[in-house]
T-cell receptor
Framework: DTEVTQTPKHLVMGMTNKKSLKCEQH?????MYWYKQKAKKPPELMFV???????INESVPSRFSPECPNSSLLNLHLHALQPEDSALYLC?????????????????FGSGTQLSVL | GQQLNQSPQSMFIQEGEDVSMNCTSS?????WLWYKQDPGEGPVLLIA?????ELTSNGRLTAQFGITRKDSFLNISASIPSDVGIYFC???????????FGKGTKLSVKP
């Protein structure tokens, strides 16, 4: 099983709404990631959790708030977003983040949440 | 800054033709990953490479980790319509732990 599951698939929200994106993996991976992807561009890293602790925040605005309740789950809480935040939000996981040790490190992506902010 | 130069940016080919794309960098990478992405979906991992010179196949796909560790190539043989999509290379440096993505190659296949 190399599956990363994201919900919802599509989300439309207003600028005053609060919503959450959810991600789940059962591969025993200890690193989980949030990426943002605009159309025709590569994914851009937002956050990395390593062993349930936030290890990287790529200067993401505070209207995006990540949460890692346990090693299998990753959430992204959204509040007061702007229309320019509309994008495909991708969750990913890997065995270990980066790694001194990983000789077989792979990053697996979910199918994404297509977010539209009106 | 960290950059991967992926080329070509787009390709229009006839069904049955072979395809080649590559990524180059001025820096060394420990791992190269190749992904395919369909519209509205997440990238799907095609091939992972871990050693300089490594050549790995996955069906009609073959990828190589360059000897200098600064480049990687992906070849698709006998293309079919379902090969259509955007292909991304991604390089990983263990010291940094984050993937650097190329800008993607958009592949179009005419039946």
């Amino acid at each position: 099983d190399t599956e990363v599951t994201q919900t919802p698939k599509h989300l439309v929200m207003g600028m005053t709404n609060k919503k959450s994106l959810k991600c789940e993996q059962h591969m025993g991976h200890r690193a989980m990631y949030w990426y943002k992807q605009k159309a025709k561009k590569p994914p851009e890293l937002m956050f990395v959790y390593s062993y349930e602790k936030l290890s990287i925040n790529e200067s993401v605005p505070s209207r995006f708030s990540p949460e890692c309740p346990n090693s299998s789950l990753l959430n992204l809480h959204l509040h007061a977003l702007q229309p320019e935040d509309s994008a495909l939000y991708l969750c990913a996981s890997s065995q270990i983040q980066g790694a001194l040790s990983a000789t077989n490190e792979k990053l697996f992506f979910g199918s994404g949440t297509q977010l539209s902010v009106l | 800054g960290q950059q991967l130069n992926q080329s070509p940016q787009s390709m229009f080919i006839q069904e049955g033709e072979d395809v080649s794309m590559n990524c180059t960098s001025s820096s060394i990478f420990n791992t190269w990953l190749w992904y395919k992405q369909d519209p509205g979906e997440g990238p799907v991992l095609l091939i992972a490479l871990y050693k300089a010179g490594e050549l790995t196949s996955n069906g009609r796909l073959t990828a190589q980790f360059g000897i200098t560790r600064k480049d990687s190539f992906l070849n698709i043989s006998a293309s079919i319509p379902s090969d259509v999509g955007i292909y991304f290379c991604a390089g990983l440096r263990r010291s940094q732990g984050n993937l650097i993505f190329g800008k993607g190659t958009k592949l179009s296949v005419k039946p």
